[in-house]
């Protein structure tokens, strides 16, 4: 483990309420996307198009989705990308573990239901890269 991560809590977590309204059926319905997907993946995939569409929200009581010490190096730089972008570059962020996490919570938490709603209302007309780096301009 390298000095920067041994600086951030075990934990990646989500709102409860969000995690079980939102999160549970993307990998548990048959019909979506994510079924049968690693939860920490759909928990990313929420965090990138909360922070891209600007959708933050606080955590009223969290649950853990998954250890940050197991992630991948990609992971871990989509963490410090988002918080980095949302601090407008504050490279001392990147050594409170627990502000960078908070960051990327709360973008999930404000994703999450984005995404329910992009893979639930269009049928499986849904693109992933569409929505991540397209113009939005529909």
């Known amino acids: 483990m390298n000095k920067v ?4 809590p075990q934990f990646i977590r989500i709102d409860r309420k969000i995690k079980e309204k939102y999160l549970e059926p993307l ?3 048959p019909s979506s996307q994510f079924y049968k997907r690693e939860q920490g ?3 990313f995939i929420a965090a ?3 922070f891209k569409n600007k959708l933050r929200m606080k955590t009223e009581k969290n649950i853990d989705v998954r250890t ?3 992630l991948n190096d990609q992971y871990k730089l989509l963490i410090r990308v988002i918080a980095l972008s949302d601090t407008k570059y504050d ?7 627990s502000k960078t996490l908070r ?3 709360e973008c999930a938490n404000g994703g999450m239901s984005l995404l329910y709603d992009k893979i639930f ?5 849904f693109s992933l890269e569409d929505e991540l780096f397209g113009d939005n301009q529909k």
């Open 103 to 105: 960051i990327l919570e």
């Open 5 to 8: 991560d041994s600086k951030y």
């Open 41 to 43: 993946e759909v928990y």
């Open 27 to 29: 990998i548990s319905t």
């Open 48 to 50: 990138a198009l909360g």
């Open 121 to 125: 209302s269009k049928g499986g007309d």
């Open 68 to 70: 940050y010490h197991g």
């Open 91 to 97: 490279y001392n962020l990147l050594s409170d573990g």
